[in-house]
């Protein structure tokens, strides 16, 4: 996708993500940072990667080939949040969360070996994003 139009989209029907990834770049990300087709992409402390808005944060220490994956995945999550706007947080954020950080869902998908990959909007997330690796 055209950078123009990337953020074009992410600043107008997705605005108030957008500045909730802003501050967050702000006072997380104060490391290593680039730009991926578009979307910025940034490093932090936290156990945990996650795109808000246009915005991609990547755990610090992560073996380059799970970054790649992870970056490709987070993607994803940033062109979700394009189509769906205001209807990003319901729809994907909010059932994203819970699926990672609750544990009644981790020991669902421990137990029924389940993959974190499987439930919706990380499967919808990585058909977006995997077409953008860089061969």
Same mark, same amino acid.
């Given at each position: &996708?055209?950078?123009?139009? /990337? ?14 990834? %802003?501050?967050? %770049?702000?006072?997380? %990300?104060?490391?290593?940072?680039? !730009? ?13 990667? &996650? %795109?808000?808005?246009? !915005?991609?944060?990547? @755990? ?13 995945? @987070? /993607? ?30 981790? &020991? ?10 499987? !439930?919706?909007? @990380? ?10 690796? @860089?061969?």
């Amino acid at each position: &996708m055209k950078k123009t139009l /990337y953020w074009a989209l992410q600043l107008t029907w997705g605005l108030p993500l957008n500045l909730i990834g %802003a501050v967050s %770049a702000l006072l997380f %990300a104060r490391r290593r940072a680039y !730009f991926f087709h578009g979307a910025r992409v940034a490093f932090w402390q936290k156990k945990a990667s &996650m %795109a808000i808005g246009g !915005f991609i944060f990547l @755990e610090k220490g992560m073996h380059p080939q799970e970054e790649a994956r992870v970056l490709y995945h @987070e /993607y994803g999550h940033t062109l979700q949040s394009i189509l769906l706007g205001p209807f990003y947080l319901p729809v994907i954020a909010l059932p994203s969360l819970i699926w990672a950080g609750s544990r009644r869902c981790r &020991m669902y998908r421990l137990k029924r070996g389940k993959s974190y990959y499987e !439930f919706y909007p @990380e499967r919808w997330a990585d058909r977006l994003g995997l077409p953008y690796r @860089e061969v």
